[in-house]
């Protein structure tokens, strides 16, 4: 079974303009989850999907930042009017999370688009 | 100040030394996380606690959750380890709050 895939592998664009990255973690996890990796600095969460819902948005840096999640797999995030602040490795991750308490579950991580903002 | 905290932030050993790294947590969690990030960035799990210790080759992951602690030991290190070790907490709600991380080093 493939692992968590992510792309593009690298995407450079200028500033102002809008893109997407996208995961395709791996089937039958139903927990989805984005990160970034800013340049000398850890990680940061963004947004976790379960199913197709995000039940917290609050990670996401801006309104310029969303993400969706479509038939329980594929997930995009989408960024707009980018700034060379969002430079940063994006990291996606997937798990199987099943319902109750103990629902967190290990994470598995794709290979990461690298964002650079001219 | 961070909800987690990694210690030391920088390591460098001989092969075959016993290595520990250090993570202290501020908030409750549902699960802790050791991640294993090798230059070039691929990011690799390596251990979720909930409570006690677990092993894994030659790697050992403890938490004590009353202290809101956990500790990553890797034993008979070698330069293969060389990589940088991310501690990450999940709160309630799949929240994640991550370390700084420790850059190991391991000399031959």
């Known amino acids: 079974g493939a692992g968590v895939s992510q792309s593009p592998s690298n995407k450079v664009t200028e500033k102002g303009k809008d893109v997407e990255l996208r995961c395709d973690p791996i089937s039958g996890h139903t927990a989805l989850y984005w990160y970034r990796q800013s340049l000398g600095q850890g990680l940061e969460f963004l947004i976790y999907?379960?199913?197709?819902?995000?039940?917290?948005k609050s990670g996401l840096p801006s309104d310029r930042f969303s993400a969706e999640r479509t038939g329980g797999s594929v997930s995009t995030l989408t960024i707009q009017r980018t700034q060379q602040e969002d430079s940063a490795v994006y990291l996606c991750a997937s798990s199987l999370n099943t319902p109750g308490w103990s629902s967190y579950n290990e994470q598995f991580f794709g290979p990461g688009t690298r964002l650079t903002v001219l | 100040k961070n909800e987690v905290e990694q210690s030391p932030q920088n390591l460098t050993a001989q092969e075959g030394e016993f290595i520990t790294i250090n993570c202290s947590y501020s908030?409750?969690?549902?699960?802790l996380h050791w991640l294993q990030q090798h230059p070039g960035g691929g990011i690799v799990s390596l251990f979720m606690?909930?409570?006690g210790k677990k092993k894994h080759g030659r790697l050992i992951a403890t938490i004590n959750i009353q202290e809101k602690h956990s500790s990553l030991h890797i034993t008979a290190s070698h330069p293969r380890d060389s990589a940088v070790y991310i501690c990450?907490?999940?709160?309630?709600?799949?929240?994640?709050?991550f370390g700084t991380g420790t850059s190991l080093t391991v000399i031959p």
């Open positions: 990450a907490v999940a709160r309630a709600g799949n929240q994640f709050y």
């Open positions: 908030v409750g969690i549902s699960a």
């Open positions: 999907f379960q199913g197709n819902s995000a039940p917290d």
């Open positions: 606690l909930s409570s």
